[in-house]
């Protein structure tokens, strides 16, 4: 009797004294694609030779595996009879801990050979977990509550419970019933800090401020950040030819993929939040993790999806997050080019470049040169009461075409600027403009 050929999810061994090589080459299976099975008792081509199956042998199995195998392996082992009545064993297991090794040392199976994991594939298999290790972390804290995550679930047509079988079902309890990671994230109050980092220039080297979105449901402060920057968008206007065209300073819905997948498949566990940040010339998304191990670089540009944070990602997806699976990286990258992901260092760098210099940059840059920016409307006024400081605002309208209103606007902003005083009485009122304000 045979069994076929040996592949990446199943290896022959000869007889019992192959125990330890059969056991590397499970874990060495288990590391590449979550599951393995080992037959005993079968030659390389596949060939049932048997061998003699007692209990001693089954215990033989189970002490190996627990010795030798870190995180523990919970291993299947069973006896089979072929058609010509010889006995062999296969001993399978599944295992989503990645990575495990064998006596202290790490295998990753590549086709039919178990090959010795190097440090670099090592750290890829800790930061791309192919299971779902949020359900399985406990929450820092136990005390929580999820009064905004229950009110988006409920606008998005959920019918959300508070009781330990519903929070259990959507992924928020761990094997032993505590609140996992999941529910952290989402509670109402946590400490995960989700922050817009901004500088002056394109280099990290001078720094302007940071704001801070978090402590809230992750989902929440998600959108928070994204429709805040969102409203950064600036569009140019082309007349040429007659044809009114504009171009947008970012392209919007790749910010918001970016963004939205960089929350959805960060390493959490880390306790490292994405990272948002803002240039003279570009947003950079900043998120820990890397290319979930097992996924060619070509599958990840192309669209492939496999979520490394799977519950977390599905919850996302129900309430609207992500509404097309495998869309966020083809999208950004057919719109702004490869170079813009970078992925290196148990980091993966996301670019989304202006099209135009921002007008706070410029604005920024005329400040710094001739003080306080000011609108052309705003010029007309100030201009005008360089030369007439007793003007009222009726002669103010008249000669700059600007109506009373919007003068009376205009007078404010100057004033709020520090472009503008005006001193004495109403009706002597004497107008002065700030020497901060220069024409050429």
């Not at 296969?90 to 790490?106: I, L, N």
């Not at 402060?221 to 950064?232: F, I, T």
């Not at 890397?290 to 996302?316: C, H, K, W």
């Not at 007309?380 to 000669?399: M, P, Q």
């Amino acid at each position: 009797m045979e069994l076929g050929s040996e592949s990446g999810t199943v290896a022959f061994k000869t007889d019992m004294r192959q125990l330890d090589k059969g056991l590397i080459s499970l874990t060495a299976m288990v590391n590449r694609a979550n599951h393995g099975t080992v037959y005993f008792g079968v030659d390389s081509t596949g060939y049932v030779s048997g061998l003699q199956v007692d209990a001693p042998l089954f215990d033989k199995i189970r002490y190996a595996v627990r010795k030798n195998i870190l995180p523990r392996l919970t291993v299947d082992v069973v006896e089979h009879v072929s058609t010509d009545g010889k006995s062999y064993v296969s001993v399978s297991a599944a295992g989503f801990e990645t990575p495990y090794s064998y006596d202290g040392r790490y295998y990753v199976r590549n086709s039919v050979n178990d090959d010795m994991a190097t440090p670099e594939t090592i750290s890829r298999l800790v930061l791309a977990r192919r299971f779902d290790a949020m359900k399985e972390t406990e929450a820092y804290s136990q005390d929580l509550t999820f009064e905004t995550f229950g009110a988006l679930m409920v606008s998005h047509g959920r019918r959300p419970r508070r009781d330990r079988g519903y929070y259990n079902t959507i992924g928020l309890l761990t094997r032993e019933g505590d609140f996992n990671l999941n529910a952290y994230l989402l509670a109402d109050r946590n400490s995960v800090r989700l922050q817009v980092t901004e500088y002056y220039g394109t280099t990290k080297e001078a720094f302007s401020k940071i704001t801070d979105y978090g402590g809230k449901c992750l989902f929440t402060a998600m959108r928070e950040v994204y429709d805040r920057v969102k409203m950064r968008n600036q569009r140019t206007v082309n007349t040429d030819q007659g044809v009114r065209a504009g171009t947008a300073l970012f392209d919007a819905e790749c910010l918001k993929e970016a963004w939205f997948n960089a929350c959805l498949h960060n390493s959490w566990r880390t306790g490292i939040p994405p990272m948002l940040s803002i240039f003279d010339d570009r947003f950079e998304i900043e998120s820990v993790g890397t290319i979930p191990f097992g996924l060619p670089q070509e599958d990840f540009f192309g669209g492939r999806s496999m979520p490394v944070n799977e519950s977390l990602y599905n919850l996302a997806s129900s309430l609207g997050f992500n509404e097309h699976v495998g869309r966020g990286v083809p999208l950004v990258t057919d719109r702004y080019g490869r170079n813009t992901v970078r992925i290196k260092s148990g980091t993966v760098t996301v670019t989304i470049p202006f099209a135009f210099e921002p007008a706070w940059v410029a604005d920024r840059e005329w400040t710094a040169e001739y003080g306080m920016p000011v609108s052309p409307q705003e010029e007309e006024v100030l201009d005008y009461l360089l030369f007439y400081t007793d003007a009222k605002l009726a002669d103010i309208s008249e000669n700059t075409g600007l109506n009373l209103s919007s003068v009376k606007r205009i007078i404010v902003k100057l004033k709020s600027k520090g472009l503008l005083e005006n001193t004495g009485t109403n009706r002597n009122s004497i107008w002065q403009v700030s020497s901060s304000y220069r024409r050429d």
